[in-house]
Structures are given as structure tokens and as C-alpha cells.
């Protein structure tokens, strides 16, 4: 969004938002585990479908706004294990399968089409 008007901001983000996905993918778990956490999103925030989808949707977000291939590879290489084969049709904070198979889709040659169910 800021790339053409503010090429250093964006850069900045773009960094941000790298360290945040290299975080989740080294502390792999779900945030409504910890019970401290949990007290303070629960009922109505509890994470119900996991945090794997979230780190594949981070990751296609990144191979589209950086172009590295390092996060398409990832998802190849994570997919399989993080459910990116599953089969499912809604989109909402808490499921991002459908917004996943969207965004990968149109990013072009990310990913063999073997991989996700269109």
C-alpha cells in the first residue's frame, strides 16, 4: 500500500511483518492455550481451528508483497503439515483456508494446483 508514496515505510512494514511471521512459525501454538491469555479473549476470541492456517496465510502474504520465493517454498514445503489441503469454504478470523486458496491463486506459479483444492 505505501510502496509507492513511501518506499522506506514500507520497507519498515515489510521487515515487521517478516520478524512477526519468523516468530509465530519458531513459537508454533495457539494464543487461547495459555491460560493467561485465554482469560482475556475467551470465550467469544478462542482460536478453534489452530494457528496453521494463519502461518500459511502470512506466508502468502509475504511471497506476494516481498516476491521472495523463500515463503513460496515454504508453503510447499509446510503445507501438506499445516492443512493446506483442507477442504474448506468460509473465510473469518479464525479460518483463513478459503482467503488462502484466493490469494495463492493469484499469485502466479506460487504453487502446483495439486496442493490446494480450488
Not at 64 to 79: H, K, L, V, W
Not at 94 to 114: C, F, M, R, Y
Request: aromatic share 14%.
Amino acid at each position: 500500500v505505501f510502496r509507492d508514496g513511501d518506499r522506506e515505510y514500507a520497507e519498515l512494514l515489510l521487515d515487521s511483518a517478516k520478524k512477526a511471521f519468523e516468530f509465530a512459525d519458531s513459537h508454533r501454538g495457539a494464543y487461547s492455550d495459555d491460560m493467561d491469555l485465554r482469560a482475556g479473549g475467551c470465550p467469544f476470541y478462542c482460536d478453534f481451528n489452530g494457528y496453521q492456517d494463519e502461518l500459511l496465510w502470512g506466508a502468502a502474504w509475504l511471497r506476494r508483497a516481498s516476491g521472495d520465493d523463500t515463503f513460496r517454498e515454504y508453503i510447499q514445503n509446510n503445507g501438506k503439515t499445516l492443512g493446506a489441503e483442507d477442504s474448506i469454504n468460509e473465510f473469518g478470523w479464525d479460518n483463513k483456508h478459503a482467503g488462502l486458496n484466493v490469494l495463492i491463486s493469484k499469485v502466479q506459479k506460487l504453487l502446483p494446483s495439486t496442493l490446494f483444492h480450488f
